[in-house]
């Protein structure tokens, strides 16, 4: 019912790449999931008697509340609540009999989440946060004395890991599936004037929905350059010296891609058929072509990302009838911009492929 209700409230927002590739919104979000518990067995020490509790079915339910950033990281204020049954009570006092109760933790957590742009919906994260447990034992026991049970509360350090992924069904709209592991300190729990301390350790599957305030950058319009003519040959020489060569003159196109994308818009491969065109009909047998990128995203990421650009151009120049020997490829990042920026700057002029042959 709550993914539901948010892919209602999503719908009319969503903002669609030209390749059909949805586009992720950054901002502040809220997220709700919800999962099966596996809490591991505890020992518990009330006064001189020693206690094994071990546990059978739990559930969790998390709220959480933060902020998405385009770089990946995504820092959130969580508050869950976490119940499982006492299944089992071993050693304690001579002459228990039954055991029984539930325990539960409700959770307050500074996490800090980091997201894996993986050029797809798909995205996975991994997150570790600390925070305060307020721990509650429900009519546990018997643990210090036969037929004593413990129903108290007390607040301890509590610290979770947990990994798993996303799914972007909208610009502003998760679908999760994710894995979180909790500890907390011993708690001390009172019973009259007798005291138990025991912690609390959790697995923990757990599946939910994500969304995000905010609406993601427009998708950039791809443009073509084109380089301009060559100049005209100079005049021939007069008769009696030797005819002077031409001097070498350097061919470049240059075309566009989308922010994050390696794919070619219509206007690139108009472009590339030009390139084709004049190699054949020049003869030219060496083809550069260098890839580039701006400096949104990691430096190691826009290295990736100009290598594949320009492996696109590459690819499409072999369909067109160039030979693969004809053809090399240079993957440039964000080294060498076409327009200076600072670093994080989406500047579509720097998105490029250059094509350069004598």
């Known amino acids: 019912m709550v993914s539901a209700a948010a892919l209602m409230v999503a719908l009319p927002s969503l903002a669609m790449a030209q390749d059909g590739e949805i586009k992720t919104a950054s901002g502040p979000y809220l997220g709700l999931s919800a999962g099966y518990n596996w809490t591991r067995d505890t020992n518990v020490n009330a006064g001189t008697a020693f206690n094994k509790m071990d546990f059978s079915e739990g559930y969790t339910g998390i709220l959480e509340g933060g902020?998405?950033?385009d770089n990946g990281l995504r820092p959130a204020l969580e508050v869950g609540y976490s119940k499982d049954v006492v299944d089992t009570i071993t050693g304690g006092p001579v002459g228990r009999y039954g055991s029984g109760g539930n325990m539960s933790a409700i959770t307050v957590m500074g996490v800090v989440n980091y997201d894996f742009h993986t050029g797809t919906a798909l995205r996975p994260y991994v997150n570790a946060g600390v925070g305060l447990a307020r721990l509650h034992m429900n009519r546990v026991g018997s643990l210090s004395a036969p037929g004593v049970l413990y129903d108290?509360?007390?607040s301890t350090f509590a610290w979770q890991v947990g990994a798993g992924f996303s799914y972007?069904?909208?610009?502003n709209v998760d679908l999760t599936v994710g894995y979180?592991?909790?500890?907390?300190?011993?708690?001390?729990f009172k019973a009259g004037t007798q005291r138990a301390k025991a912690d609390y350790r959790s697995h923990t599957a757990l599946v939910g929905v994500r969304y995000v305030f905010g609406a993601p950058e427009p998708a950039p319009v791809a443009t073509t350059q084109i380089a301009p003519p060559p100049p005209p040959p100079p005049p021939p020489p007069p008769p009696p010296p030797p005819p002077v060569a031409a001097p070498s003159i350097t061919r470049n196109f240059t075309v566009f891609f989308d922010f994050d994308k390696a794919t070619l818009s219509s206007d690139a491969q108009g472009v590339l058929q030009n390139v084709a065109r004049d190699a054949q009909?020049?003869?030219i047998v060496n083809i550069t072509v260098s890839g580039h990128a701006d400096t949104s995203g990691s430096a190691q990421y826009n290295q990736q990302l100009s290598q594949r650009r320009a492996e696109a151009v590459r690819e499409y120049l072999l369909s067109q009838g160039l030979g693969s020997a004809q053809i090399s490829v240079e993957a440039k990042g964000e080294t060498d911009l076409l327009v200076p920026t600072a670093d994080?700057?989406?500047?579509p002029s720097?998105?490029?492929?250059?094509?350069i042959f004598p």
């Not at 979180?180 to 001390?188: E, F, I, P, Q, V």
């Not at 994080?344 to 500047?347: A, H, Q, T």
């Not at 720097?350 to 094509?355: D, H, L, S, T, Y």
């Open 350 to 355: 720097n998105r490029r492929a250059v094509i």
């Open 168 to 171: 972007a069904v909208a610009d």
């Open 180 to 188: 979180r592991y909790l500890d907390t300190d011993k708690g001390t």
């Open 152 to 154: 108290d509360w007390d």
């Open 344 to 347: 994080g700057v989406r500047e």
């Open 67 to 69: 902020y998405r950033f």
């Open 281 to 283: 009909a020049g003869k």
